[in-house]
């Protein structure tokens, strides 16, 4: 009999902060309700070894290459669902907690049964009294997806909101649903994989929840923060490429036809004007990558982009 929850840890070449995120784990949640499973994306620096000589007892998964995000949560998702864990709870390596999450979220999907998927309030770590990503929004004149970032107190916040999206740096979700939604879908790679998710979770007659009374600390950006040329700046190039390919998919996937043109003008004016500073600061990689992500993001095939096979289904 598997215990209720299986913990996700996808590793990337960071195995100081997944170690510190294990230990959190460990100190503040009851390890009689789950399992850490940490996969690895293929990391070069030595980390599964590393990982797996500090944490013995604990699963591991070798992806042997960088399947991004998406796919790499997949991997250790089918495994889960193949040993009958009842919940997966994903979370980033660069987060902390400081109380019982796996008991707080799992005890709220117990009582909600028309929950598919639901997230804590996930606060700045270096601004612990921050958000940094709350209760999440689609809007659908804009086209663009937002997140409520007040702190809970600071007005009267209710016990749990409905959400339209739930983050993957933090979800906890149940797996018959997601046999029912299909997984990440793997051609995103990496960004708005999890805001798709949860659109298809939606459309399976599921809701999803914002639990602000649960938190945890997030550091941000570590795996997008990879060595590149001074003058390309601190962020990766290629970010921009799968932030911009991937807002178009979902815009024409899940955005209204007759705000379509709003939000065409909208973005285009935003990844225009993005456009115009990478040229001028003669940021050529960047540049690129943004071009080739809007060429893909408007052209490709939305019959490719959401095949079965994608999605695990």
Not at 199 to 211: E, V
Not at 218 to 243: F, N, R, T, W
Not at 245 to 274: D, E, K, T
Request: charged share 20%.
């Amino acid at each position: 009999m598997p215990k209720p929850v299986a913990l996700i840890l996808l590793n990337w070449n960071t195995p100081q902060h997944t170690a510190d995120c294990i230990k959190s784990v460990l100190r503040y949640c009851d390890t009689a309700l789950y399992d850490i499973i940490v996969a690895d994306n293929g990391s070069t620096d030595g980390s599964l070894a590393t990982l797996k000589n500090q944490f013995p007892d604990l699963i591991y998964i070798d992806n042997q290459q960088n399947l991004g995000f998406a796919e790499g949560n997949n991997r250790a998702l089918l495994y889960i669902m193949t040993q009958g864990y009842p919940y997966s709870l994903l979370m980033n390596t660069d987060t902390l907690v400081d109380e019982d999450i796996v008991q707080k979220l799992s005890d709220h999907l117990n009582e909600h049964p028309k929950v598919a998927a639901v997230q804590p309030a996930i606060y700045w770590m270096h601004q612990p009294t921050k958000i940094w990503n709350g209760e999440s929004r689609f809007n659908k004149l804009l086209g663009t997806t937002v997140s409520d970032t007040s702190t809970p107190g600071e007005s009267n916040t209710p016990t749990f909101t409905e959400a339209e999206w739930v983050t993957g740096c933090c979800m906890m979700i149940k797996n018959e649903a997601l046999a029912k939604s299909g997984l990440f879908n793997k051609l995103f790679f990496l960004y708005y994989e999890d805001v798709d998710l949860s659109f298809r979770l939606r459309k399976a007659g599921y809701i999803l929840h914002y639990l602000p009374s649960c938190k945890m600390y997030h550091e941000a950006g570590i795996s997008a923060k990879v060595s590149a040329p001074k003058k390309e700046g601190q962020l990766s190039p290629v970010i921009h490429y799968y932030i911009s390919r991937n807002h178009l998919w979902f815009i024409r996937q899940y955005g209204s036809s007759a705000l379509f043109p709003v939000n065409l003008l909208y973005n285009g004016l935003y990844y225009g004007a993005l456009l115009i500073y990478f040229i001028f600061r003669r940021r050529k990689q960047k540049a690129s990558f943004l071009l080739k992500g809007l060429k893909e993001g408007l052209f490709t095939s939305k019959k490719l982009i959401w095949s079965k096979d994608n999605l695990h289904q």
